[in-house]
């Protein structure tokens, strides 16, 4: 019966708190600006991830083109703007909207390399035919005779064992 007042005011003391451990000791949490994803890795240096990657003067791929980026070529990015970056190539000086979603943030650790022509492997003999026998020829088969009628005067049946 003591317990129910007890746990009450717990409850009721819990709630009215409120006061943060740092008001507590006289120290008050300064507020921090978290930055949106975009914010945060909008600024940053990318490689294109596609040869010939369009660069537009508008952040619309239907925008007019002012210039392509070979594969791999640097490019700073300083702005997103609906899933289109925009870029400046560290080589050409091109700048543009590029779509955001065919830059690299790295190279890839192995570049591809002009396809090599395959090596060429030593011929082996090849081994004289062996005598292939000849396919039998089919037989012709004879038609099961149909099922006559049991004494009963039915047809026996693949259900009735009997």
């Given at each position: 019966?003591?317990?129910?007042?007890?746990?009450?005011?717990i409850?009721?003391?819990g709630c009215?708190?409120?006061?943060?451990?740092?008001g507590?000791?006289?120290a008050?949490?300064?507020?921090?600006?978290?930055?949106?994803?975009?914010?945060?890795?909008?600024a940053?240096?990318f490689y294109?991830g596609?040869?010939?990657?369009n660069?537009?003067s508008d952040?619309?791929?239907?925008?007019?083109?002012v210039?392509?980026?070979?594969?791999?070529?640097k490019?700073?990015?300083s702005?997103?703007?609906?899933?289109?970056?925009?870029?400046?190539?560290?080589?050409s000086?091109?700048?543009?909207?590029?779509?955001?979603a065919q830059l690299?943030?790295?190279?890839?650790?192995t570049l591809?390399?002009?396809?090599?022509?395959?090596a060429?492997?030593?011929r082996?003999?090849?081994?004289?035919?062996?005598?292939?026998?000849?396919?039998?020829?089919?037989?012709r088969?004879?038609?099961p005779?149909?099922?006559?009628?049991?004494?009963?005067?039915?047809a026996?049946?693949i259900?009735?064992a009997?």
């Open positions: 019966m003591h317990a129910a007042p007890f746990v009450f005011g409850a009721v003391a009215s708190v409120q006061k943060t451990i740092g507590w000791f006289g008050s949490p300064s507020p921090t600006a978290v930055p949106t994803p975009q914010e945060s890795s909008a940053g240096v294109a596609v040869d010939g990657l660069v537009y952040s619309s791929s239907s925008s007019k083109i210039g392509r980026l070979p594969l791999y070529d490019v700073a990015r702005k997103l703007e609906r899933g289109f970056a925009y870029v400046t190539s560290a080589t000086g091109v700048t543009g909207w590029v779509n955001n690299l943030w790295r190279v890839p650790n591809p390399t002009a396809a090599a022509p395959p060429a492997a030593p082996e003999e090849a081994a004289p035919p062996a005598a292939v026998a000849p396919e039998p020829t089919p037989t088969r004879e038609a005779a149909p099922a006559t009628p049991a004494a009963g005067g039915l026996p049946s259900f009735d009997y």
